[in-house]
């Protein structure tokens, strides 16, 4: 635009050269500011990296499904790129049973559809089964969640001082209270400090 400005308009054939050498001839960094420009090529960087690495995990339909390619772990098939998310399944106990916290029935999955939420890895990576409950039995109570649990953490929360509480893990296994309420939502806490999510 700023180059038709300043030929205050072209003809053709005769301007094609100038216009097509003042659009992809042009030095890029003669309009930004010295002190951006190392800012400019960072973000220039990391947007070819994210388009690199979406060309590679791309499914070609024309090759058809097969079990080699960019998607060998099903259970990792980011659909956005950015930061790792994971899904929290906000549960509660209820005579033994373990229950989507918006619902009354375990096998219900709109109930624990509406019992989830997303956060990002770096604060909730791994699950912690409430105590006295083995592998086994704890796999079996997860089987109604969708995807019987395997792509989420499932944060089983009791009341506790004025607040739906619960515990999990960290991408360190570093310990997180997770505290819930309806008026205020989710808040992650740290062993040092807390963080909103």
């Not at 089987?143 to 515990?167: C, D, F, Y």
Request: hydrophobic residues 35%; contains cysteine.
């Amino acid at each position: 635009m700023k180059l038709l400005r300043e030929m205050n308009g072209f003809e053709m054939p005769g301007d094609a050269r100038r216009l097509i050498e003042g659009v992809y001839g042009a030095d890029p960094f003669d309009d930004i500011p010295a002190g951006l420009q190392q800012q400019v090529l960072n973000a220039d960087g990391a947007a070819r990296g994210q388009r690199s690495l979406a060309e590679l995990k791309a499914l070609h339909l024309e090759a058809g499904y097969r079990r080699e390619g960019p998607w060998l772990d099903e259970d990792i098939a980011p659909t956005r790129l950015g930061e790792p998310t994971t899904t929290l399944w906000l549960a509660r106990w209820r005579d033994g049973c373990l229950l989507p916290l918006q619902g009354d029935s375990p096998d219900d999955p709109q109930a624990w559809i509406l019992s989830s939420l997303t956060v990002r890895q770096s604060l909730v990576s791994r699950e912690m089964p409430p105590e006295g409950i083995d592998a086994e039995t704890w796999a079996q109570h997860k089987a109604a969640l969708p995807g019987k649990g395997r792509w989420g953490v499932v944060i089983v929360l009791t009341q506790e001082e004025g607040s739906l509480q619960g515990h999990a893990l960290g991408p360190e296994n570093e310990p997180r209270l997770i505290r819930y309420s309806e008026q205020s939502g989710l808040r992650i806490d740290f062993q040092h400090g807390s963080k909103a999510s």
